[in-house]
């Protein structure tokens, strides 16, 4: 049974002029059942989820941040670029390869062997050399989690400081031998190894070192990383490139 409710005046019509409507009661359950020419209310504003909104404080903290990592890296580029071309000679980038070749390639690539066999070769070699690495940052990882902080901080002083040191005097002799710079012994020598420990305090230390001689001097750490491999021969730096590539995407 339904019952129908009209207004109590008898008009049909509500006092601020809506249109009619009726309720309709089924047992003891009204039913609010509006009139054809009544408007629907409108469908509530779509949520959105807390998670998916970014403030635009966010948004300025992620663009410095890029920013921040965009600058120093497009540096690194640039200037290994330059050392490649500005300190490399022919005879230096032969002897960079055979003692490169010495160190590093447990099979020799020669320029007799066919294609399939080179790239064979330069494969091994790469994967060798990225094992290493991969076994070498498990070792990282283990000091880490075992609180060896002394050990680890150790090795990466001693890494940073040879690389600084050794490395970079390398790179420095060759560009003195071609451009015919005169130096002595001394000199170049103090000078490296203050270098080399400047570096260290400004990687390690921090304190009271200016944040641009910090981040100038991890610039010339990868570039003289950076120069240093490039004295693979040419099968092997892009084998050692795609491993390194794929060693990335997995770490």
Known sequence: ??????????????????????????????????FQDEEPSPDPPPQTSPGMEM?????????????AIVKPVSLAMIM?????????TEDSIAQGEELMAEAYQTWSVNSSDGGGLTMIK????????????????FVIVGLYKFRCMKVLIGYMV????????????????VGIERYRFPVDVVTFYSGMYNFAVVGVVAIFWQMGVPAMVTQGYMVCTSVIL?????HFEEWTAWSLLIMLAFYDLCA
């Open 158 to 173: 001693l890494s940073s400081a040879t690389l600084l040191g050794i490395l970079g005097a390398a790179m420095l002799e």
């Open 226 to 230: 950076a120069w240093q491999l490039s």
């Open 80 to 88: 290994t670029a330059l050392a490649v071309v500005i300190f490399n």
């Open 1 to 34: 049974m339904s019952e129908w409710q009209d207004h109590p005046d008898g008009d049909s019509s509500h006092g601020d002029g809506t249109s009619p409507s009726h309720t309709t009661t089924y047992g003891s359950t009204s039913t609010y059942v509006p």
């Open 122 to 137: 330069s494969l091994g070699n790469a994967f060798i050399i990225v094992s290493f690495l991969c076994a070498m940052t």
């Open 55 to 67: 403030s635009l404080t966010e948004l300025f903290y992620s663009m410095s941040s890029y920013h």
